[in-house]
């Protein structure tokens, strides 16, 4: 129906950057908000940013002025780029997008795999 599938993950020394991509395909009507999650070992996951279908995003606290969210509408991508990474950035980071899916009246949630992130110290 859709299908969400990342790149971008891997390992990067302390400081470095990654850029991560999810793209989207399927059933797509329209897509409006596009994330990034993250969940390390032991910890609940959490929301890292959001982008909405006009372009407005949110990040969380502990990655403003290091991340940055985007996306292409035109491929149906959401890109985070990741600067200064620090070891508590290593997680497993997955994109969730909502998905009005053609036919279909409301929009439902879809996430990705996941794509390891791992910051050496």
């Known amino acids: 129906q859709v299908q969400l599938v990342e790149s971008g993950g891997g390992l990067v020394q302390h400081g470095g950057s990654l850029r991560l991509a999810c793209a989207v395909s399927?059933?797509?009507?329209?897509?409006?908000?596009m994330g990034w999650y993250r969940q390390a070992p032991g910890k609940q996951r959490e929301q890292v940013a959001r982008?909405?279908?006009?372009?407005?995003?949110d990040y969380a606290d502990s990655v403003k002025g290091r991340f940055t969210i985007s996306r292409d509408n035109a491929k149906n991508t959401v890109y985070l780029q990741m600067n200064s990474l620090k070891p508590e950035d290593s997680a497993v980071y997955s994109c969730?997008?909502?998905?009005?899916?053609?036919?279909?009246?409301?929009?439902?949630?879809?996430w990705g795999q996941g794509t390891q992130v791992i910051v050496a110290s």
């Open positions: 399927g059933s797509i009507f329209v897509i409006s908000d």
């Open positions: 969730r997008a909502l998905v009005v899916v053609t036919g279909t009246p409301f929009p439902t949630a879809f």
């Open positions: 982008i909405t279908d006009a372009g407005i995003t």
